[in-house]
C-alpha cells in the first residue's frame, strides 16, 4: 500500500524515532509499504518517519548507471548506528520530505553500520560514495533532523524564505 510521505514543516519530522523491538508482521508491511511508496514516488531512500512511524527503520535502492532501480539491491537496515566513518565528500541532496529543494550536503565518504534485518539478525554494511551519502542522510531522519538542517546560515534563511512564497503561491493557486 503507498502510504502519505509527510512534509517539512510537519513536527514529526524532528521527532527521533524509537528501536524497532518486534520483528513480526506489522513491520514487514511497515517496510513492503514504505518500498511501494518510494517507488511510487521516484525516491531512493525512505526512513519510517517519514510515512508518519517513528521507528528506527529505513530502506534505500540506489539505481544502476542506467538510472533503473533493481528491487534485489534494496537495503533494509532496522536499528542501524554507525560504528566507524572517514574522510568527506560534498553531494547535492534532496528527500521526499523537503519536495523540489535540492542543496549540497558534506557528509563522511565512507560508514560502517551495524544494523539488523527484518528479522533482527544483525548484519554490518560497509558504504561510500552515494551509498554512504543515502545512509547518513536516512539515519539523520531516525534522529529527527533533515538535510536543510545542515546548510549554512544564509542558505537556510533563503530555503525558509522561499518555502513560504510556495506555500503562499499554492494556495492561491499561482505557481512560482
Ligand atoms: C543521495 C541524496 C539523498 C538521498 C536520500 C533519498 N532522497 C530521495 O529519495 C529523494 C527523492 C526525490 C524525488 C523527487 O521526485 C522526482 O524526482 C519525480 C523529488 O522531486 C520533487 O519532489 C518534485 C525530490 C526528491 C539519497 C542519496
Ligand atoms: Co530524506
Not at 517539512?8 to 513492503?32: A, G
Not at 533482527?120 to 538542517?149: C, P, R, T
Request: overall charge negative; proline content about 3%.
Amino acid at each position: 500500500m503507498i502510504r502519505e510521505v509527510i512534509t517539512y514543516p510537519d513536527k514529526r519530522l524532528f521527532l527521533r524515532s524509537s528501536e524497532v523491538e518486534k520483528f513480526d508482521e506489522e513491520l514487514h508491511r511497515l517496510l513492503d509499504d514504505m518500498y511501494e511508496t518510494m517507488i511510487a514516488k521516484n525516491g531512493i531512500g525512505l526512513a519510517a518517519i517519514q510515512v508518519a512511524v517513528p521507528l528506527r527503520a529505513l530502506i534505500i535502492n540506489l539505481p544502476d548507471e542506467e538510472g533503473k532501480q533493481h528491487k534485489e539491491d534494496l537495503l533494509e537496515l532496522i536499528n542501524p548506528v554507525i560504528v566507524e566513518k572517514r574522510g568527506s565528500q560534498v553531494y547535492t541532496e534532496g528527500c521526499l520530505s523537503v519536495p523540489e529543494y535540492y542543496d549540497d550536503v558534506e557528509r563522511a565518504e565512507w560508514v560502517r553500520v551495524e544494523y539488523q534485518d527484518r528479522h533482527g539478525n544483525k548484519n554490518i554494511l560497509e558504504a561510500d560514495g552515494l551509498l554512504a551519502v543515502a545512509v547518513q542522510h536516512e539515519m539523520d531522519h531516525l534522529d529527527g533532523h533533515l538535510f536543510i538542517e545542515k546548510l549554512p546560515y544564509l542558505k537556510r534563511k533563503k530555503f525558509e524564505k522561499e518555502w513560504k512564497k510556495r506555500k503562499k503561491s499554492q494556495k492561491s493557486g499561482i505557481k512560482v
